[in-house]
Every structure is written in C-alpha cells, then in structure tokens.
C-alpha cells in the first residue's frame, strides 16, 4: 500500500516563504519519479516540480515557479521536499505530492500512479 502525506502548508504573506514536506510509505522515493502538482480553485490540476535519479539527479519546474522554488529528496526519510520563497498569492492552491514510475519524466498529471491527499497553501496579506 502507497501512501503519500503532505504537510507544511499554511498562510502566508505576500514574499513570504513555505516548505512543503511529502512522506512517502510502501514506495521508496530514490527508484520513482516525486512530483508536485497544485490545484487553485475553479482550475485543472497543473504541474510544479519533479525530480528523478536516472544517471544523474533530475529536476524539473514549471516556468511559474522557476528560480522561487526547489525541490529535494531525503532518501534517508524517504521524504520530497518543496522549499518556495518569494510567494505570490497566484500560488495559493492545494498542493499534491505524487509518484510515478522513473521512466516518467513527471510533467504530465497522467503519468502518476499514487497521490497524497494535498496540503492547502494561501498567500494573503
């Protein structure tokens, strides 16, 4: 049994900084592609980060969010990390932790398998 649970979330300012945390049990985060997705209401599910082991550490981000966040993996917790800084209150979502398989590349919503049930991120002054 996959199970993903996200944490970390919270309200925030406008340039504040949050860091979302994303425990994983029954899959092992270094042999799967980890991603983060977000949800704002009234919009579709889109892509945030990913990152894969295959070769060499792969990170991907969405052009939103590009050079404000970082994702990072604890291997020794089996824990995804996403650390966002300069936050705007366009990045008020639910955010997702999900798992696919390593071959994935991890942009896509379809290629997860396994989804936490989502932490609430508001940024409002």
């Known amino acids: 049994q996959v199970q993903l649970v996200e944490s970390g979330g919270g309200l925030v300012q406008p340039g504040g900084s949050l860091r979302l945390s994303c425990a994983a049990s029954g899959r092992t985060v270094s042999s799967y592609t980890m991603g983060w997705f977000r949800q704002a209401p009234g919009k579709e599910r889109e892509f945030v980060s990913s990152?894969?082991?295959?070769?060499?550490?792969?990170?991907s981000y969405a052009g939103a969010v590009k050079g404000r966040f970082t994702i990072s993996r604890d291997d020794a917790k089996n824990t995804v990390s996403l650390e966002m800084n300069s936050l705007k209150p366009e990045d008020t979502a639910v955010y997702y932790c999900?798992?696919?398989?390593?071959?994935?590349?991890?942009?896509?919503?379809?290629?997860?398998?396994?989804w936490g049930q989502g932490t609430q991120v508001t940024v409002s002054s």
């Open positions: 990152i894969k082991w295959e070769d060499g550490m792969y990170t």
């Open positions: 999900g798992t696919a398989p390593l071959r994935s590349i991890g942009i896509r919503e379809s290629e997860y398998d396994y």
